[in-house]
């Protein structure tokens, strides 16, 4: 279906994702998850299509597609497989930190490997105290010489394992709050820096997330992105692009969930009649659609505004805080035609309401993006 906001190159891009998602991501979703083994098992054929380096200009290895095309691809790699958009998604957060803080030498040496495929980004804000207000992160990075020593605790760290670089927000100036936020590019073989066992998730679980700990790491100060304090404004404009990587992700499941109920209600009969042809079935699909159709159209505003070069916080905390929502009530309802079967592992359904539920979380909770929208309402 072609949309307002998009092109046919846009969708030709789409066309081969979809083709990739549904021949080698779709069969292999259920038992990633079944099993909890790392989706990162795609990324050499992601990075074949240029997946991998999509948010990422053509100077620096990117594919140069637009941001559009972007949004459709992951579209259609959730409807496949959430867990591995949402491996992607981290991936794009810690590269577009490298974009947006860092100088043309620091992109250069680090965003062309990753656009590659060659290596795997990670990008460590949260905190185990700390998710939801970043600003209160308790990791600090004290300047020793020609670098500084990070210590400190990362947690729900997707990719840390197998990534190269880790992109860390610490504390340079303990004192000055979100002012004093620093980020740095940090190895991911570096002394002192140790990963946990992978989190027992109960959805996207082959989406691997982490406990990351740093005991004296020494970084040098040539992999601080920006000055010392620009740690914070540089993490909220990446969590503006990511949101709308998580409504992307929220959008292909729910599309995903549909496409198996319309499938399901006029093949099931009840009393010789096909489910869809009852009102109350249709009513249900109806609103389904409605509800899908609007995230679309708040995810698309966002994407526009974005390439056009204006502001978008607003908007992609409409997009993100709609469709994480929203899917929520698309693949619930989804299950609930189903009867028994689609609360069968045996079926995807169940699955989809499990990977949708972290969508409404990370990234930023619904409430942190009702905050966000009101603030923009209320500065009018």
Same mark, same amino acid.
């Given at each position: 279906?072609? +949309?307002?906001g ?12 979809a083709?990739?998602s ?5 069969p292999?979703?259920a038992e ?6 790392t ?6 054929g992601?990075a ?17 597609v637009?941001h ?5 691809? $992951? #579209? ?5 497989c959430?867990?591995t958009?949402?491996?992607i998604g ?8 490298? /974009? ?6 620091q ?5 062309p ?7 795997l ?25 020609d ?5 400190g605790?990362?947690? @729900?760290?997707?990719? %840390?394992?197998?990534?190269t @670089? ?9 004192a000055?709050?979100? +002012?004093?936020?620093?980020a740095?590019?940090?190895? *991911?073989?570096? $002394?002192g820096?140790?990963v946990?066992?992978?989190?027992k998730l109960m959805?996207? *679980?082959?989406?691997h ?29 990446? =969590?503006?692009?990511s949101? $709308?990587?998580v409504?992307?992700?929220? #959008?292909? !499941? %729910? ?12 093949? *099931?009969? !009840?009393?010789?009649?096909p489910l ?12 389904m +659609? ?6 679309w159209?708040?995810? /698309?505003?966002?994407?526009? /505004? ?11 905390a ?10 929520? @009530?698309?693949?619930d ?5 189903h009867?028994?079967?689609? @609360? ?6 169940e699955?989809?309401? *499990?990977?949708?539920?972290? =969508?409404? !979380? ?10 966000? #929208?009101?603030?923009g309402? /209320?500065?009018?």
């Open positions: 279906m072609q +949309r307002l998009t092109t046919e190159d846009d969708w030709a891009i789409a066309d081969v994702v083709r990739y549904t021949d080698v991501l779709a292999k979703a990633l998850d079944e099993t909890e083994a989706c990162t098992i795609h990324v050499p992601l074949e299509l240029g997946v991998m380096g999509m948010n990422i200009p053509e100077r620096f290895g990117g594919p140069g637009s559009a095309a972007m949004l459709l691809s $992951l #579209i259609e790699i959730s409807k496949a959430a867990a958009s949402s491996m981290a991936h794009y957060l810690g590269t577009d930190a490298v /974009l947006i803080g860092g100088s043309d030498e992109r250069e040496q680090w965003l490997k990753a656009a590659g495929g060659e290596w980004a990670a990008f460590a804000l949260t905190e185990p105290r700390g998710g939801s207000h970043p600003a209160d992160l308790k990791t600090t990075a004290t300047r020793d010489g670098g500084y020593r990070l210590n605790v990362k947690h @729900f760290i997707s990719n %840390a394992e197998e990534a @670089f880790i992109v860390v927000f610490a504390k340079t100036d303990p000055a709050g979100a +002012r004093g936020v620093s740095f590019v940090v190895e *991911r073989n570096s $002394l820096l140790t946990s066992s992978p989190e959805g996207i *679980r082959s989406a997330a982490f406990e990351v700990s740093f005991d004296d790491v020494v970084v040098p100060a040539a992999n601080r992105l920006g000055e010392e304090g620009t740690g914070f404004r540089t993490a909220m404009k990446v =969590l503006d692009n949101r $709308l990587d409504a992307a992700t929220a #959008i292909g !499941i %729910a599309e995903a969930a549909l496409a198996e109920t319309v499938a399901w209600v006029q093949d *099931r009969t !009840i009393a010789g009649e869809a042809s009852k009102q109350a079935v249709q009513f249900m699909l109806a609103d +659609r409605m509800q899908l159709e609007a995230s159209a708040l995810s /698309l505003q966002a994407v526009a /505004l974005r390439m056009a070069g204006h502001p978008f916080t607003q908007q992609s409409m997009a993100k805080l709609h469709a994480t929502e929203m899917v929520a @009530f698309v693949a309802t989804a299950l609930q035609l009867g028994g079967y689609g @609360f069968s592992r045996e079926m995807p359904l699955r989809y309401v *499990r990977d949708a539920r972290i =969508l409404r !979380i990370y990234e930023g909770a619904s409430e942190i993006q009702r905050t966000v #929208i009101a603030r309402v /209320l500065a009018g």
